[in-house]
């Protein structure tokens, strides 16, 4: 069973940078596809990015595209979310989730919330204008 733990929320500017950083449990880590998500106050869970099981693929909403990069470790059991050029509306709790049946991430079956297996706590952002 796969086990996840977000980090590195906090609080930033507008135009500044924050990286998060979701932290695995488990030796099938690299079986997984990994997504992140985010929900804003009085919004539903929305799709942010994902990265493929080996790592050499990357999908991201267009919200985000050109600001945020999703990165794994796969010798750390890591995967990141490096954020630029934040926005007051990027402010929202962020959620990492692994998938076990995501092979091609350029689908629209990784934004679907309901492919995920399993999901982290989630860590506040606050972008501040």
């Known amino acids: 069973q796969l086990q996840l733990l977000e980090s590195g929320g906090g609080l930033v500017q507008a135009g500044g940078s924050l990286r998060l950083s979701c932290a695995a449990s488990?030796?099938?880590?690299?079986?997984?596809?990994m997504g992140w998500f985010r929900q804003a106050p009085g919004k539903e869970r929305e799709f942010v990015g994902i990265i493929s099981a080996i790592g050499e693929s990357t999908y991201y909403a267009d919200s985000v595209k050109g600001r945020f990069t999703v990165l794994r470790d796969h010798a750390k059991n890591t995967v990141g979310l490096q954020m630029n050029s934040l926005k007051p509306e990027d402010t929202a709790v962020y959620y990492c989730?692994?998938?076990?049946?995501?092979?091609?991430?350029?689908?629209?079956?990784?934004?679907?919330?309901?492919?995920?297996?399993?999901w982290g706590q989630g860590t506040q952002v606050t972008v501040s204008s």
């Open positions: 488990g030796r099938i880590f690299s079986r997984y596809a």
């Open positions: 989730a692994g998938a076990y049946a995501i092979v091609d991430v350029h689908t629209t079956h990784s934004t679907d919330q309901g492919v995920y297996d399993v």
